[in-house]
């Protein structure tokens, strides 16, 4: 939400050097990666399904919070005493509720390692913040509020919750490591799934890979020019064409319409891709929650477009990275693509392929990009570009 907000420049002077310093030591380094796609368009069913519950799961926790806070604050002001109905009737903290659900939706959406991290440590401090307010309640309410205590479920409605529960107390002993091993078997169960669902995410990619070069594409459509792509760019490279990529370094090329996007995270291509510089926030906001796959096919043009009241397609024809502006293009159509390299470092002994290239363990830094027609392997233009990102030296996504 930060990197497209307003306080963007907080971001910058404020985390982005913790985030640097987390990245640059071995044994933090995984916590900046990211576990599900961000910036490429889920290949599977299952991943498009994550990312939908995603927004499902920031909405509803959203909302949930919003009912529950108004219930509770209301009872506060006009002296109801206990909160025992609506969503109080069922659970005793459906406000702790809904921020969990609210932060594994924002976890989902923007699915860093140091996400999951956080938000696993915060479930564990809701869970002792509850306990000591419902001590606090039955000092203060006494018998009233220990008959709510039995008639409702903590997180969960009782009728769900209380089998887990005597799960739990049958395996865990009932003293006092129970609140270590509890709270630590939580934060190992978020961040194991956050480790399954990277390897689902990496082992879905439809990536084709030939001597030190490997293509994955950003939508899911485009992988049936992978082959044609690959063969193009390692011809050009024997041929000297493509001077930033070396015969003794692995490569990973992400291949693109032209104007995607979100190239800016991936390589600095231009200033038309600084999405944290433009002026859109709410409007970015809104479209990467609920619109969970287009935000990835609109172009920055589309939101011109929009703003101006004019021709979705001819801002896009006006804005044309490749400056080919005709009336008679039909820009859904197009078979140029852009392809962004990043060099995978630290060298390996014998090429890398498939997932390998994505390893937590490795280092990518962009080296240039070319745009060609996908459909015939012809190279239109070369550019080789800094060693940093539109977001400088900020850890960015990497699939």
Known sequence: MIMISPFAFFFYSVFAPFFNFLGQHAATQWTTR?????????????????????????????????VGAVQVYLGKILHCGVAAKGLYKYIRHPQYLALGVWGMGMAILWPRFIVLATLSMMLVLYYFLAKDEERRMLKEYGVSYEKYLESTGMFLPRVVEAPFS???????????????????LLVVTVLGTGFLLREITLRSLPLKSKQNVAIVPILPEDSRWEGEVVNSIVAGAAAGK???LKSDKDYLGYLMPVDYVMQGMIADTGGHFHLHKQHHTVALIVDWVLHPFEHLRRPPAAMMAKEHNVDPQMARRHHCPLEINRAEMAC?????????????????????????????????????FIDLDASLGEIAAVNKVEAKTAWKDVPTPEI
């Open 332 to 368: 859904d159509a197009c078979t140029f693509r852009r392809v962004i390299f990043v060099e995978i470092e630290p060298g390996p002994v014998k090429h890398l392929a498939g997932p390998g290239l994505l390893s937590l363990k490795k280092n990518r830094t962009p080296v240039g």
């Open 34 to 66: 990211f576990f599900l796609p961000h910036m490429i368009l889920p290949p599977t069913l299952f991943l498009k399904t994550v990312r939908i519950l995603g927004s499902v799961f920031f909405v509803a926790g959203f909302l949930a919070f919003l």
């Open 166 to 184: 005597s799960l739990i107390n049958r395996i865990i002993p009932a003293n006092s490591l129970k609140f270590v091993v509890i709270p630590g």
């Open 242 to 244: 493509l001077p930033f």
